[in-house]
């Protein structure tokens, strides 16, 4: 005979199985959520256009941040020096300039003598030299040679609003050698420039003066070192499907700004083209477009890879490809921030082992 107590324990035998089922698969869920809310670093691709990039050079003792390029026109600001033996040098008369041809009148040109290397030195926080063919139709100034920079220097690209060809480059850190080579007859124009190696300079208390060297076979370049603090040069690139800009080595970062100064002074997006993002370990997840309106956000985990860099063919932007594992990785307004990091759920379902058990489980289904 069944005692009242057996009959309960019977009943309620089948009640607590079915409770113990939907406790593990509510706790599964709950876990899921969780996963779905934990934001992980997360290995990314961004391809994408501006017109600003700044960054901070990391991992390596030194970089070689361009290639080789012909330019068609330079200039410097902010230097320690800027140094050059030519074997001929003359100065023009600012008297007998010509503003309807922007030229001096032959008989302006006067010869100099000179004592050893010229140099060229910061006078005020305007002095600017630049560096154009004599003959202004001629595309080819010369080359500029790589340029290397140190292990946690600050560099910014900026381009020119107007000219695709034009861009700034302003390198913060320890001191930065850049080389010209001219391969055509050239002028500098030194503004508020100190000059050194010249005996009985003429014209000395005038703000600006052009000078025409003559460099020799042997002494064909002129070097340029940065300040402690910073090297601006302003490049006009000639264009040319051999002028990419970056060196052929991939540069590491350990940050990276896509922002500039907007009209009115607050800081805009240096978009200029929309950009796309995708995750390279994770082939199924889809490709994020990022509109050129948005602002992009990033914070590597260590660096980054910046594997190629080059510039746009018909309008001002730099085309860049960057890769590696971000810390945090947002796009959109500064109010409303998209978070493009992937979860621990999406980092757990997409990996190709969960696939394959599932897929498993499924047949055996």
């Given amino acids: 005979m069944t005692t009242p107590k057996e009959k309960r324990s019977s009943q309620n035998a089948w009640p607590s199985w079915i409770t113990s089922g939907s406790t593990l698969i509510g706790g599964l869920l709950l876990l899921a959520l969780f996963l779905m809310y934990w934001p992980t670093p997360s290995h990314i691709s961004l391809e994408t256009t501006v017109s600003r990039a700044e960054m901070t050079l990391g991992t390596f003792p030194s970089q070689q941040i361009l290639n080789p390029l012909e330019v068609e026109s330079i200039s410097f600001g902010q230097f320690s020096k800027i140094e050059f033996h030519p074997s001929v040098l003359q100065v023009a008369d600012p008297n007998q300039y010509d503003m309807q041809t922007d030229s001096f009148a032959p008989e302006a040109w006067q010869p100099l003598t000179m004592f050893g290397y010229i140099r060229f030195s910061n006078q005020t926080p305007s002095t600017l030299v ?118 052929d080595q991939p540069m590491t970062v350990s940050s990276l700004d896509f922002s500039r100064q907007g009209p009115t002074g607050n800081r805009v997006t240096a978009l200029v083209q929309p950009g796309t993002l995708h995750y390279p370990d994770f082939k199924d997840l889809p490709v994020h477009t990022i509109p050129a309106t948005d602002f992009v956000s990033i914070e590597p985990k260590k660096v980054m890879t910046i594997k190629h860099m080059m510039l746009q063919e018909n309008q001002p932007g730099l085309k860049l490809l960057l890769d590696g594992t971000a810390k945090h990785i947002q796009s959109g307004s500064s109010e409303f921030p998209i978070d493009h990091r992937l979860s621990k759920f999406d980092e757990l379902w997409n990996n190709t082992k969960v696939q394959l058990l599932y897929g498993l489980w499924k047949d055996i289904k």
């Fill in 130 to 247: 630049t560096i154009h063919p004599e003959d202004r139709g001629q595309k080819i100034l010369g080359t500029l040679e790589p340029i290397h920079v140190r292990e946690e220097s600050n560099v910014i690209f900026e381009m020119d609003e107007h000219d695709p060809s034009t861009i700034t480059m302003k390198i913060s850190g320890p001191e930065t050698r850049v080389i010209l080579t001219p391969t055509q007859p050239f002028e500098i124009i030194a503004d508020e420039t100190k000059i050194d190696g010249i005996k009985d300079m003429p014209f000395r208390e005038e703000p600006s003066l052009t000078f025409r060297p003559d460099l020799p076979e042997r002494r064909p370049q002129i070097e340029i070192r940065g300040s402690e603090q910073l090297l601006t040069l302003t490049v006009k690139i000639t264009r040319s499907p051999k002028n990419h800009m970056l060196s």
